[in-house]
């Protein structure tokens, strides 16, 4: 039995930080999830799938290999054999993947895979399903969340350091549509793990 930490919030919380952190001090690794579904997202974008039909996406799935790996500490994405780590934070990518994420089949198989990871390794995952789908018997559940504003506000601040032109309000309002989307699908939406999600095994 592997150690697993679950760590689930909305987008910009700063949920990636603490688990990269506690994943270090503990010495385990640490999985995003996220970078998952942007991976699966870059590519179906590529492909020019329409990622608002639910079944081009499901149909286009088998082809889309998606894993991380650990070189020397680094993660990489590998996205059928290429690793995609340095393009999948783009705001197209992001859209998308807050839009194929919603999707039943994309979520199953990718969450089959974290469920895999999990068995045998022990690791700090976080997402928006870790302790509500995921890994409902996880060791210790985190929500980690902060105000829109503030979450948008980092992003801002994030965005002007790297160069990239951008609009506070424009973002703030971005945050606040993600979230929308992510709390209100009705595949594993995100919220807050309770006990009754431990008596949960996985989704089926
Ligand atoms: O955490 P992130 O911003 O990199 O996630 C990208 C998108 O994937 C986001 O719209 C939410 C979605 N996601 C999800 O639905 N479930 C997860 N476990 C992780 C991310």
Do not use: W
């Not at 969340?145 to 980092?154: C, F, L, Q």
């Not at 971005?174 to 939406?189: A, G, H």
């Amino acid at each position: 039995m592997s150690f697993t930490i679950a760590i689930d919030g909305p987008a910009g919380a700063g949920k990636s930080t603490i688990a990269k952190l506690v994943a270090k001090e503990l010495e385990c690794i640490y999985v995003d999830t996220g970078a998952m579904y942007r991976a699966l997202a870059l590519y179906m974008v590529r492909k020019g799938v329409d990622i608002h039909d639910e079944k081009k996406v499901e149909a286009e799935l088998a082809g889309a290999d998606v894993s991380l790996m650990y070189d020397k500490g680094e993660l990489k994405v590998m996205l059928n054999g290429e690793n995609v780590a340095g393009i999948i934070r783009t705001p197209e990518v992001s859209e998308a993947a807050s839009v194929v994420s919603a999707y039943r089949q994309v979520r199953k198989e990718l969450v089959r895979r974290q469920q895999l990871m999990a068995e045998k390794t022990d690791l700090v995952m976080d997402g928006r399903d870790i302790g509500t789908c995921v890994l409902p018997s996880a060791d210790l559940k985190i929500y980690l969340t902060a105000d829109a504003r503030v979450r948008g506000e980092r992003r801002y601040k994030e965005l002007l350091e790297k160069g990239e032109e951008c609009d506070l309000e424009e973002i703030i309002r971005d945050v606040i549509e993600r979230d929308r989307r992510d709390m209100t699908r009705e595949e594993s939406p995100l919220r807050q793990a309770d006990e009754k999600d431990k008596k949960k095994t996985a989704l089926r």
